[in-house]
């Protein structure tokens, strides 16, 4: 009965609950001191909010500082915002003038690495304002800014601003006609349909814009070329001045002559008719002429390595034309020619063609077939042999024509490869 009463649940949660009421007890008998310690807690917690996520002040990581120089402020304040490709990343501490240039100092959290290479540039919210230095790498890798590095005013950038754009807008309102405009005015009133002309005037200019957006790269290209071809233009203005003046002279020379012009156009459909009677008399011939032409233009361009080689050659010194002109000079043809005679020998073997530079293994059994003596033999045939010796022949029953085996390739072989030039080779046409 004992043990029942002590693992009941009421024995278990009794202790817990008694803890509680003595404690809201004790709480309440000092209420004035429990609602003092709660505000001091909601003060905190806004205290660090306001500093950690509104005014992004980090104290637990250090920063790094990075100074950016500018041609102009761009409306840059401290206190804006650093980021890395749109990404906060820091503040601005600070913007002084130092020699005619805005420095900006920005810090950086020492958590975020910047590659060194790459621009930055003052860029916009919104058209009201809220600028921020934004750092833009070239790259993801390289060096990147340490404490105190400079980034040099050729690679920062600046939005154009309003007291800019207001001057360059000045400019192109002084272009405009007042009575032009009044003009307009007065054309847009006369009738009832001119609300409804201007309302299709706009709709025509909003169009125009639309279709401009849709190929705004090509555009801009186009506008950037013209730039330059303009600039380019203005730059040879005295060039093109005189051109124009020389072409005025021409032309006052061509003006007297009209009358033979008008005398050559008057004569040109008699002569293109006698033309096309000549072609249409002897079309067959001209067609059959074609034909050759074509066939003599084809051979021709299958030979043109030849024809190369053989004008202006690149595998050897001199062409064929200087050794033919070479021959003229002094008043007279001069040449060199040779009175004895030389030695020529058949093998009875094929000849192969020595153009080909495919290298073919020798023959085994080639021997001179011409025996006479009187014009020098050369070769193996006529060395001098001891008795008995009879290499000088072939033996009999030998193919004249076998050739010695292939070359054994091993680790110090030398490749032989084709040694040639292709050439085209022309089939004619069936």
């Known amino acids: 009965m004992t043990s029942s009463r002590t693992h009941s649940p009421r024995a278990i949660l009794e202790p817990p609950a008694r803890l509680v009421v003595t404690g809201v007890a004790v709480l309440r008998a000092r209420r004035m001191l429990v609602s003092t310690i709660g505000l001091l807690m909601v003060l905190l917690l806004g205290g660090g909010y306001m500093v950690l996520g509104a005014l992004k002040l980090d104290p637990i990581h250090s920063r790094y500082r990075v100074r950016v120089e500018l041609a102009e402020s761009g409306g840059i304040l401290p206190g804006r915002d650093v980021t890395l490709h749109g990404v ?6 600070g913007v002084e003038v130092v020699d005619r240039t805005v420095v900006a100092t920005a810090e950086i959290d020492d958590r975020v690495r910047i590659p060194s290479a790459g621009s930055v540039r003052v ?29 040099p005013v050729e690679r920062t950038s600046t939005p154009t601003t309003l007291s800019t754009m207001l001057g360059d807008l000045s400019g ?44 705004l790269p090509q555009t801009v290209g186009l506008l950037n070329n013209s730039k330059t071809v303009l600039t380019t233009l203005g730059r040879n203005r005295a060039g093109i001045q005189a051109t124009a003046g020389d072409l005025s002279t021409i032309m006052g ?31 067959p011939t001209l067609a059959q002429l074609l034909g050759n032409l074509a066939t003599t233009s084809q051979m021709t361009y299958t030979h043109i390595p030849a024809l190369q080689e053989f004008f202006f050659p690149r595998q050897r010194g001199g062409s064929t034309l200087d050794a033919i002109t070479s021959a003229f000079h002094d008043g007279g043809v001069w040449a060199l020619a040779s009175i004895y005679p030389r030695y020529s020998c ?9 153009v080909v530079a495919d290298y073919p293994e020798p023959y085994l059994h080639a021997r001179c077939t011409d025996p006479d003596p009187s014009v020098l033999p050369r070769g193996a045939a006529n060395a001098p042999r001891p008795p008995g010796d009879n290499t000088a ?5 030998v193919d004249p024509h076998a050739t010695a085996d292939p070359t054994p390739t091993g680790p110090f072989t030398i490749p032989t490869p084709y040694g040639g030039t292709e050439v085209p080779w022309y089939h004619p046409p069936k």
Do not use: C, H, W
């Open 393 to 397: 022949f072939a033996p009999p029953g």
């Open 346 to 354: 058949d093998y009875g073997v094929p000849r192969l063609p020595g």
């Open 172 to 215: 192109t309102l002084a272009q405009l006609d007042p009575e032009q405009i009044r003009a307009i005015e007065r054309e847009l009133g006369v009738s009832d349909l001119g609300p409804a002309e201007l309302a299709d005037l706009i709709d025509g200019g909003t169009f125009l814009l639309s279709t401009l957006d849709s190929v």
């Open 253 to 283: 020379g061509v003006a007297p002559m009209t009358g033979g012009f008008s005398d050559v156009v008057a004569r040109t459909p008699d002569t293109l008719a006698m033309m096309d009677k000549i072609i249409a008399e002897n079309s």
């Open 88 to 93: 906060r990343v820091g503040r601005v501490a």
């Open 123 to 151: 860029s916009a919210l919104s058209a009201a304002g809220e600028q921020y230095l934004d750092f833009v790498p070239d790259t993801d890798g390289g060096p990147a800014l340490t404490d105190g590095a400079v980034i």
